[in-house]
C-alpha cells in the first residue's frame, strides 16, 4: 500500500469547526496548502490519513529517518498560546513530546501516540481514574514557566463577570450556586499557586504511548493550583458516577483520590474546583443558555456538602 500524497481535510471537521465562521473557514481552505509546507519544511512523509479533534487536524506522519510522528495543525488562538512552551517544560514526563514548532502558525511536530487506544476506551473506569490522578500529579509537580497565562488574571476575570452572567440562569438555586463559587474564588484569587496546569485532563486527553503506558495531550498551560485541574477528571464518565445510586458519594470518592495523588491541600482544592465550576457556568452563559449542566452542579453541591 502507497502512503497517501495528498491531505484530505475530514467533512465532519470542516462542518462543526467552521460553522458559521467565515475566519475559519478561510484557514480550513488553507490546510492542505499549510500542511504541505511542513510536510517538505520539516521532511516529513505522510503516513496515513487525517484525524482531527475539536479545533486540529493531525497527520500521521514519518520524519527523514523513518520514526514516525504526528503533525498537529490549528489555528493561532488565545488557546494555543504557551503550549509549545509548556510541553517544552514537561520534557515528555507524562504528557507529549513536542519535537517541532512554528510560533507563526503554531503548528507542531509531536510524538506519535495510538489515538486508536485513549483511556476512555478502558472499560474499568477505577483503572482509568487512578492514571489520570497519577498523571495529574506529575505535571502539576512542575512550576509554570514565564508567559503562560496565569490563574490569577484568569479568575480575578470570573469573579467579577459573575454579577452581570448569573440573571441569565433561570434558576435561582443555579445562580446561588454560580454566586456562591463566585464569592469562593474571590478569597483565593491573591494566591492562585504557580504549578503548570494542564486545564483539560480528562480520560480522551490522555493516548497509549510505547515509552509509557500514558501519555497525556492536548495541555492549554496555565500557571496556578492544582485544584483548578480537578474538575475534568471528576465529571469523566459521568454515567459511571449517576449508575453508582450515590453521587454525592462516587464525587467525594473521586475527590479523595485525586486530592491525595496531587498532594495538595484539599480546602483550596475544593474552591479551585468551585472555581471551575464558575468558569464553565460562565461560558455556559456566553453561549446562550440559561441553565448550567447537571453534572456540574451535583459536583460543585457535593463539594459544598463536603465544605459543611
Known amino acids: 500500500m502507497h502512503a497517501p500524497t495528498t491531505i484530505d481535510v475530514p467533512e465532519t471537521f470542516v462542518a462543526t469547526y467552521g460553522a458559521g465562521n467565515p475566519e475559519r473557514q478561510r484557514w480550513l481552505a488553507g490546510l492542505p496548502r499549510l500542511g504541505h509546507s511542513f510536510l517538505e519544511r520539516w521532511e516529513l512523509r505522510l503516513d496515513g490519513t487525517a484525524a482531527h479533534g475539536m479545533a486540529s487536524l493531525v497527520l500521521p506522519v514519518l520524519q527523514a529517518d523513518g520514526t514516525p510522528a504526528a503533525l498537529k495543525l490549528q489555528q493561532l488562538r488565545e488557546e494555543t498560546v504557551g503550549v509549545a512552551d509548556g ?74 463577570a459573575t454579577p452581570q452572567a448569573a440573571p441569565a440562569l433561570h434558576d435561582p438555586v443555579e445562580r446561588k450556586l454560580l454566586e456562591t463559587c463566585a464569592a469562593t474564588v474571590r478569597e483565593l484569587v491573591d494566591d492562585a499557586g504557580d504549578r503548570l496546569l494542564h486545564w483539560d485532563m480528562h480520560s480522551g486527553n490522555v493516548l497509549a504511548g510505547e515509552r509509557e503506558p500514558w501519555l497525556a495531550i492536548d495541555p492549554e498551560p496555565l500557571a496556578g493550583d492544582p485544584g483548578f485541574d480537578l474538575l475534568p477528571a471528576l465529571d469523566d464518565r459521568w454515567d459511571d458516577v449517576v449508575a453508582s445510586g450515590d453521587v454525592t458519594r462516587a464525587v467525594l470518592r473521586r475527590f479523595d483520590v485525586l486530592t491525595e495523588a496531587v498532594d495538595t491541600d484539599r480546602r483550596r482544592a475544593l474552591g479551585w474546583t468551585l472555581g471551575r465550576v464558575l468558569q464553565n457556568g460562565l461560558w455556559d452563559v456566553q453561549d446562550g443558555k440559561s441553565a448550567l449542566e447537571p453534572a456540574q452542579v451535583a459536583i460543585a453541591t457535593a463539594l459544598l456538602t463536603h465544605r459543611g
Open 87 to 160: 510541553l517544552r517544560t514537561w520534557r515528555g514526563d507524562g504528557i507529549v513530546r513536542l519535537l517541532q514548532h512554528d510560533e507563526t502558525s503554531a503548528t507542531q511536530l509531536l510524538e506519535r501516540l495510538d489515538a486508536t487506544r485513549p483511556l476512555s476506551s478502558l472499560t474499568d473506569g477505577e483503572t482509568a481514574l487512578k492514571v489520570l490522578a497519577e498523571l495529574m500529579a506529575r505535571l502539576t509537580a512542575v512550576p509554570a514557566p514565564q508567559g503562560v497565562r496565569r490563574l490569577s488574571d484568569i479568575a480575578a476575570a470570573m469573579v467579577e
